[in-house]
């Protein structure tokens, strides 16, 4: 204290007041700070982690990373879901293959029915053709838009706002249906045969080829593409306008703090 009181004796008030509080300011970060500026610290560091994603530098993925994205997706999907995507085109269809009389009254009595009169393996009936189907819906859909959406800001077309949006989901969705058509319409005659109609997903689509020509590969492709072109609208403008008002509040967070 005695060498602390001699330093500062020979200083001006205006010095003094000024090196007490440049003390102040550094004590603020010391290990004896108060509980409420520990806590405020904390709050800046978790939000600087989390402007940052993790902590870790990030990048824009790449072309291969989202199409490794889709066909994970994609693959875990269908595994997941193929038993409702049989008895879903099983019961869109019944009354086409079996005539008036309905051939399942419901969802659960389809399920039943198809894993007690033919095998528990048929709910997994068609996997291939629609495993392919969703890899190419996924990775169209997200590539398609991203590159769509690119192209339309950084040519300065359209701005990056919902008819930017709109315009990328629309044509994700043109061309997601044109590239999955054959594999969703040989999937539904599949699923549909009967036992023993078609030996294997190969020999399916080969008779729909020597018997009905390409286009068969494209019956549908209206309903098809009105299906997923509606879906892609919701879902990307839904997205990037959630994503917009998640980075103005981060935003308004940070400034805050």
């Known amino acids: 204290m005695q060498i602390r009181e001699e330093s500062l004796s020979g200083l001006s008030p205006e010095r003094a007041v000024g090196d007490f509080k440049g003390q102040g300011q550094c004590d603020e970060k010391s290990p004896f700070q108060t509980s409420e500026g520990r806590a405020q610290n904390l709050s800046e560091e978790l939000s600087r982690y989390a402007g940052q994603g993790g ?9 291969g990373n989202r199409i490794s994205a889709g066909l994970l997706t994609g693959g875990v999907a269908v595994f997941i879901g193929q038993p409702t995507e049989v008895v879903k085109v099983r019961l869109q269809a019944q009354s086409h293959l079996h005539g008036i009389k309905p051939r399942y009254t419901g969802t659960y009595n389809a399920y039943r029915i198809i894993a007690t009169t033919e095998s528990f393996s048929t709910l997994w009936k068609g996997t291939t053709p629609n495993l392919m189907r969703n890899v190419i819906i996924n990775c169209t859909e997200l590539v398609t838009y991203d590159l769509m959406k690119g192209a339309l800001v950084n040519n300065q077309i359209l701005a990056d706002d919902v008819p930017c949006h709109l315009l ?3 044509v994700a969705g043109f061309c997601t249906t044109f590239l999955a058509s054959p594999a969703d319409v040989v999937k539904t005659r599949f699923i549909n045969s009967l036992p023993g109609q078609y030996p294997s997903v190969p020999s399916c689509a080969m008779t729909m080829l020597t018997k009905e020509g390409p286009t068969a590969f494209f019956k549908g492709f209206v309903p098809s593409f009105l299906r997923l072109a509606s879906w892609n609208v919701i879902m990307f403008v839904c997205f990037e306008q959630l994503k917009k008002e998640l980075m103005k509040s981060r935003q308004t967070v ?4």
């Open 55 to 63: 902590g870790v530098d990030t990048a824009p993925p790449t072309l």
């Open 168 to 170: 990328s989901a629309l």
């Open 254 to 257: 940070d400034c805050t703090t």
